[in-house]
């Protein structure tokens, strides 16, 4: 265990970010190249928790994650009840863009917030319509793919290039089908238990889509909050550097990364959702030294979170106004003092914090 923590780096840990935050649109690119080459998965492929084995092998910083996760602001809930005077209450959902059965099955008090809404907001509607998506990929294909007379290997040294070959042969993918692609979404292709991309390849819907079609199918008003333009703009505006060093990062962890994703998967089932950012930083302590990789995962931070946020509240706003809105976004958006919570409330609207 002590050798697989050390091994994670800060480019990982804000590509595993970028997964969650993006994976449906990520996949929906991933789909036209290479993915028919992936091995089939096998029937159980979650990892460990690996705060399971820290509680026990390093009960100290095991025990300073956990201060600061209840420092967290909003971090101890998924569900979050806005209420504004001469209007009936909306509510604010955290979700997890994955299939696995644990994160689809809703929590009793959001199911009935969701079906008692008359408008449901997701943070792009365009998940609904993949052809749609992948013409707005086709319009500007500079965001996912090498254009220009460069790849992916001048990007890389000697070393980082035969990790990448190896790595990605042993997935059933070779090096020179990807080398158009930018890092980042090869990163959207391997850094995913293989159970989900089967099941995503096999046509289950994960979280926010399921909303989606619900909401559509009950016949509520259903309405996004970013565009799928504006997400991959945000990615694609960190510097390549960062991505390809995720990038190798997350291939010379193999399938080892999967204990990462089974970590954030319970953590997010039990509404601990500010626990998810300290785990990835204790598991990373480069993260919060200075130098030049705390300075990237700022900057990423920064981009995918925090700047996303004060979008999704502005235009969260006249659903709120309106009332009966169930607002559906990714969990990492909610919690902290720039999280959707805290800005909802400084924004004027009581937030009160559902329980289960």
Known sequence: MTDRLDRMTGPLLAALGAVNALFALIFLAVLLVAMHAMPAAADDCRGENILAAMRDDDPEAYK??????????????????????????????????????????????????????????????????????????????????????????????????????????????????????????????????????????AGQSFLDLKLAQDADKAGKDLAGLETIMEQFEAMASLPMEFHVAGLVETIALGDRIDDIIETMIQLYVAGDTGAIWPMLRTVSPEMDTDGELADSYAEFEETMVHVRNETMVERSLPLLDKGSAFIAVGALHLPGDKGLAALFEKAGYKVTPVYE
């Open 64 to 201: 300073r994650l956990r201060a600061e996760a209840e420092a967290t602001r909003n971090g101890d809930t998924l569900l979050f009840r806005i209420d504004k005077p001469g209007v009936e209450p909306s509510w604010l959902f955290g979700t997890m863009h994955l299939t696995d059965e644990r994160v689809i099955d809703l929590p009793e008090n959001a199911r009935k917030a969701f079906e008692t809404s008359a408008t449901v907001a997701i943070e792009s509607t365009e998940i609904l319509d993949p052809a749609k998506a992948q013409l707005a990929l086709f319009s500007k294909p500079e965001l996912t793919m090498f254009t220009g007379s460069d790849d992916l290997s001048d990007y890389l040294t000697d070393e980082q290039r035969e990790i990448l070959k190896t790595g990605l042969a042993a997935r059933g993918v070779q090096l020179a089908l990807v080398e158009r692609m930018k890092p980042w979404l090869i990163t959207g292709m391997i850094a995913l238990p293989p159970c989900e991309l089967d099941r995503k390849k």
